[in-house]
């Protein structure tokens, strides 16, 4: 319900909602909908991961990014990220896009200049990878064909992870990060808040409220709740170290 067509080209998870209301709040009824599977076709995948300097130029690069939506039979783009905010594109057809869209990709990302770019394709495949690097740290990856790498990706350039060593992975067809890379669990999705960040809270004698207020962690839909008090009950006490 989420994800209307502000962010996707279709109403998305909106369209099998039915007309019964509540007559008050009119909130739609979202619990039940009979609906039928089919296989979409759409094999081709596509994907853009673009780092942001600051909030304002990811929000004016999503009212960009959404111009297009309407090109491909799936699509979506978003934003993710707490620390360094990204732009997040993803598509699909039901074939290989022609090199003429995807370098409108580019250049809608700025992703399409030479200077700091490594690239990686395979006409047989028609996969084209493309990754620019800028003062040694990654701006943005776009992945056609195969995209395999995105989640772990963009959660390494949201939390600034890949170093000048670890750059040449972005375009390795692998869904698992670098074993130099820590791993880590995103306990909250609202607020893009890891295993890790928290723990760290609560090894300076955190507790929910203030996990709460610093993260900002369980803030939003509350559905992470449960998982942050277990991981607040499982922690050893902190001891205060004698005078």
Known sequence: MHWGNQFM?????????????DPYSLQPELKHAAVQITTAGLSYPLAVVRRCAGQSEALELLQRARAVLADFPYANVGLYGR???????????????DDAAILALDRLFGLDGEEGAIFYADA????SKKAIAQHGRLLGVRLAGETQALAWLRQAMAEDELDVSLIRFALAPSAKAPKSMVARNIVCKC????????HQELEKGADLPQLQKSLKCGTFCGSCVPDIKRMVAEHPPSIA???
């Open 191 to 198: 607020a893009d808040v890891s295993d890790i960040q928290i």
């Open 124 to 127: 047989t495949r028609r996969i």
């Open 241 to 243: 170290a004698a005078a």
């Open 9 to 21: 080209n279709t109403a998305g998870a909106n369209a099998l909602a039915c007309d019964a209301i």
């Open 83 to 97: 620390t360094t905010p990204l732009v997040v594109f993803r598509g699909a057809s039901a074939g290989p896009v």
